[in-house]
């Protein structure tokens, strides 16, 4: 079980990506402090689909730019069209131009 700040802090952060661009688990890990804990980032978002208050975690892939969360959305495609409506492409399970889209949720400075 995941402290519930943390869930909080994971939220909060991911409320924060701006549209059409994107970030890391582990980017989101590091800004807590608990850079080694990207698992644990995608474990807090992974029910996220049930907060009252929308939170985009379409836009939180894997640090090579993979949508490995795409299994936690409604449907295996969904995550792909959520990022695709934002203006964001994607093949082959991948956003193209990654590193050009990449937020990094540390310009936020101090997060809690």
């Known amino acids: ?9 994971v939220l909060k952060i991911t409320r924060k ?4 661009r994107v970030t890391s688990y582990g980017a989101i890990a590091k800004s807590l402090g608990i850079a080694k804990s990207s698992r644990m980032v995608g474990w ?5 689909g049930m907060e009252i208050e929308f939170v985009p975690a379409h836009r939180v892939l894997n640090r090579n730019g993979l949508l490995s969360g ?7 495609t969904r995550m792909q ?8 492409e994607v093949q082959n399970d991948k ?6 889209l990449f937020w990094d949720p540390i310009s936020l400075g ?3």
């Open 17 to 20: 990506i701006p549209k059409g």
């Open 95 to 100: 956003v193209v131009r990654f590193s050009e």
């Open 44 to 48: 807090a978002l992974k029910k996220s």
């Open 70 to 76: 795409k299994n936690a959305f409604s449907s295996e």
């Open 110 to 112: 101090e997060i809690r």
């Open 1 to 9: 079980m995941l402290p519930t700040n943390f869930v909080d802090d």
């Open 81 to 88: 069209e959520l990022l695709e409506e934002e203006g964001i």
